[in-house]
């Protein structure tokens, strides 16, 4: 695996030098904050969302702390909730992998 790693950025000119491990985030804590700052941008509650989606509020929760992985059958869950769709969601979590968001990710079309 470590050598295909090598190899993708071999085939990449410009792209920077892949982060110390211990300072890349954890995929669940970017899934949650993305989905936290959408949240948020809406005004909307917890519990409100969580209802929407079929989930309860504590999971949730725990989802946008980063503390549990959520299935993609729930992120997806999760978007439609917020108006948006699981592809928006993967372009936001890529953006903020790549520290290239300027903006709130914003998963509804405006």
């Known amino acids: 695996m470590a050598s295909a790693v090598s190899t993708i950025r071999e085939q990449t000119p410009g792209q920077k030098k892949a982060a110390d491990p211990s300072e890349r985030p954890l995929l669940r804590e970017v899934y949650g904050r993305v989905l936290r700052q959408e949240r948020t ?3 909307r509650t917890l519990t409100e969302v969580a209802r929407e989606a079929g989930v309860s509020t504590q999971y949730l929760s ?3 702390r980063g503390r549990k992985e959520p299935s993609s059958e729930v ?15 993967v372009g936001g979590v890529h953006r903020e992998l790549l520290g290239s968001r300027v903006d709130a990710v914003t998963l509804a079309a405006a």
């Open 75 to 89: 992120l997806g869950s999760v978007c439609d909730a917020l108006g948006g769709s699981l592809i928006e969601f």
């Open 62 to 64: 725990e989802i946008e």
């Open 41 to 43: 941008r809406q005004g």
